[in-house]
């Protein structure tokens, strides 16, 4: 039950008892300052959950947006004044230890990886359609940077956007966890892909196989030269204005980022205006909302162990540098993912 799971603070003698691990946690929305290291209860995992053994997290934008409460429209359901589960971390890799009566894929030993809850720290529970076995060519580490940023990529260059072979894709923020995948799965699909990053960032893009790139501070994706068939926007929140002029008349533009269009709302304002627009026009402007399953993460690792996708990681930190880590996410400078190692 929900009661057996919350996570609990350990008395004030500081006994360290066996169902207790380290986390890090949060006790208010804001900065990396809020963030700690503490021991707290292990979780328990319920009937259809498995208790993991975390040995690495990758740290998404999401993890930033739940660590702020930005946008506030996150605070109706993760905590109106505070966070309801004070532990964050959705990316998990790591060991079973246990399942629960009604879990039928996996048995203590077996090594994941997917969407968990609370993966910062030592132990964490998952849902079992949250999960896959970690792909063979992986190491914990690569694997952690692999499922919310992944599948959001595969979903925005294949699932929503329909890549075709021999197209031309645009991905803006090619550099990022998102766009670090969503270019290779693109070039894995035979499209001709154009990746828009910063200055130091154009190595990296060009190592994931992009066939061209564009400095955004210098040269504009939407001159009006150049058109293509797919855009996956993840960074910079162009206007749809421009979006639309860097697509074919009957281009598609999947939008995944807007991390400028204010606190209230965030990106999903240009989502829903987007979906609006795309009415009346030739071309499609959508958006979407990722469903965490399994399905996902099989698909992902045929192309991982296939070769064709490989995770891009800029860092790793171990659990007590957490809010280093956040800061420098936050900075902007992450190249492709960054992992905490626990």
């Not at 947006?65 to 993760?78: A, K």
């Not at 079992?128 to 979903?155: G, I």
């Not at 009957?250 to 987007?274: F, H, I, K, P």
Request: proline share 3%; net charge positive; with cysteine.
């Amino acid at each position: 039950m929900r009661s057996q799971r919350k996570h609990a603070a350990m008395g004030g003698d500081g006994t360290a008892a066996d169902n207790t691990m380290r986390a890090i946690v949060q006790d208010a929305y804001g900065s990396a300052d809020v963030l700690r290291l503490a021991r707290i209860t292990r979780p328990e995992a319920a009937d259809n959950e498995v208790l993991l053994r975390v040995h690495a997290t990758g740290l998404s934008r999401g993890t930033w947006h739940l660590m702020t409460g930005r946008p506030y429209l996150l605070r109706l359901v993760f905590g109106i004044r505070r966070p309801k589960d004070p532990v964050l971390g959705g990316d998990v890799a790591g060991t079973v230890v246990a399942v629960g009566s009604a879990v039928t894929r996996f048995s203590a030993g077996d090594e994941v990886f997917g969407f968990g809850k609370g993966a910062l720290a030592e132990y964490a529970v998952a849902r079992e359609d949250k999960l896959a076995r970690k792909p063979a060519n992986l190491t914990f580490e690569q694997a952690a940077v692999v499922p919310v940023s992944a599948a959001t990529a595969l979903w925005s260059v294949c699932d929503v956007g329909g890549v075709q072979q021999g197209q031309k894709v645009l991905v803006t923020g090619a550099s990022g966890g998102v766009g670090s995948y969503a270019v290779q799965l693109a070039k894995a699909f035979g499209a001709e892909v154009t990746g828009v990053c910063s200055t130091a960032k154009l190595d990296l893009v060009r190592s994931l196989g992009a066939n061209h790139v564009i400095d955004y501070t210098r040269d504009d994706f939407a001159d009006g030269v150049h058109r293509y068939d797919l855009i996956v926007d993840i960074a910079g929140n162009p206007g749809l204005s421009r979006l639309r002029r860097a697509l074919t008349p009957t281009g598609t533009a999947v939008l995944t980022g807007g991390e400028e269009s204010g606190n209230l709302m965030g990106g999903m304002d240009r989502q829903l205006r987007a979906l609006v627009l795309s009415r009346f026009v030739g071309q499609r402007l959508t958006g979407f909302i990722l469903k965490e399953h399994f399905s996902d993460l099989e698909r992902l690792t045929d192309h991982i162990e296939a070769g064709k996708v490989t995770p891009s990681i800029d860092g790793t930190y171990s659990l007590d540098r957490m809010p280093e880590a956040m800061r420098h996410l936050d900075a902007g400078k992450v190249r492709g993912k960054i992992v905490i190692t626990v």
